[in-house]
């Protein structure tokens, strides 16, 4: 009341103030003046509890002390260091136990190129020393169900709609705010959204078009990287950029430049069934096709060797058959030998028979029934008998005569 | 009609045609009697054959 009044009265008053009272009356002036401020960091310092800097202008000696609590720069998501041009928001203070002035910071946006570009790496290194960009969840094979979390007003999701595989996809559309610094909590917010009914979803899908860096920034967010590196499912990051690969798609476990890069990720998770599968059918039917064709060459084989040493069975006779013959044959020739022999010798017979010379004269005597060859065998009174060719005659020696 | 286990039959002309190369001197009419044997078994397998492809080209048909 009595400050009101001072005010209105607009008069000098005599009243006494404590120390206290006269800061939070100063403090009270300076409620008002909440705002945003740009300048260059120097003295930059953080304990665990504090962050403290200051932002000066350049060329001139004008400083602004500006603090924070440590938890509020982890949340704001944006690493600073000296030299960095930064824009804050904040509210001005002087600290009732210190005396101290100071800009209480709520918010810390990098500006320039050379200044996001810093900010950029201080996070990028912080992040990979934790290890962050390592873990890769492999994506689900078949992803069906999509979270998408973009902007409505881009033609991203038109993009990639227009390139998913026609494999009755469904796609679960949460509209935020992609640009600059401004769309780090709706982008936190669609994250934790889909982190919550993670189950409905295969995939999480992060896309935007290309920016700069500024226009990028909430993809370089700290608080939002984490967000993503902490999503219970798959996340893919389809933005666009130059030089500089944003945070956000670095711990996503896949990410791609552009939404038709990032339809082309979903669609190959149905590769072993849009592609493999004729290729199996393939070879299921070129497997078959062999397995009877085989068979049949089996059983072709199989009754070729049967019918082969049956065959052979009946060359055996026949090798038999032909030795037999030619034996006959031998013997055939052997018995027309004799034949001949018999023949031959029949004549030479025939030309000595003494029946053939008895015939022609001749006679054969015989003295008791040896043929009688010689006078000194015969003496007169022998009784000899005469064989003829037709009979015999016997008769008695009267005379014998010496040939003369 | 009972479907022919075309693994049991093949096996079957198999014994056969390895009896024909293991005998030393074969036995006609025991050569005759198999011979007849597995003519038949290659007739029927042939057969069963024939069917197991045309069922399997139907199913290709329905593959494609």
Sequence with gaps: MQIEDAKNTNQPVDIILSVSEYLERLNLALGGEAGFVEGEIMGFKESPQWVFFSLKDEGKDAVLPCGLLAHEYRRIGV??????????FGNPRITIKSGRFGMWVKSIEPVGEGSLKKAYELLFKKLQLEGLFERKWPLPEFITRIGVISSRDGVVLQDLRKNLAKLGLEIKFVHTQVEGANAVPGILRALEHFAKCS????????IRGGGSLESLQAFNNEEVARAIYAMPIPVIAGIGHDVDVPLAALVADG??????????????TWDTLVLDLPNLARDVERGMTDVIAGMYQRIELLQGRMHTYFTRLFRAFDLVAGRLR???????????AIREYILRTESLLTLSDPVRNLKLGYSLTFLNGEVLKSKKDAKIGDKLETRLSDGTVESEISIIRMNS | ?????????????????????????????EGLKRVKEGNALVKELRERLREVENEFEELKKDLD
């Design chain 1, 326 to 336: 030619r034996s006959g044959e031998r013997v055939g020739e052997r018995i027309k």
């Design chain 1, 79 to 88: 690493r600073i260091e000296d030299g960095m041009r930064i824009k804050i």
């Design chain 2, 1 to 29: 009609m009972k479907k022919i286990n075309i693994k049991e039959k093949l096996s079957k002309l198999e014994e056969i045609a390895s009896w024909f190369e293991k005998q030393k001197e074969v036995d006609v009419e």
């Design chain 1, 255 to 268: 990410m791609a430049s552009t939404p038709t890069a990032v339809a082309h990720m979903i669609n190959s």
């Design chain 1, 199 to 206: 189950n409905a979803y295969d995939v999480i899908v992060i």
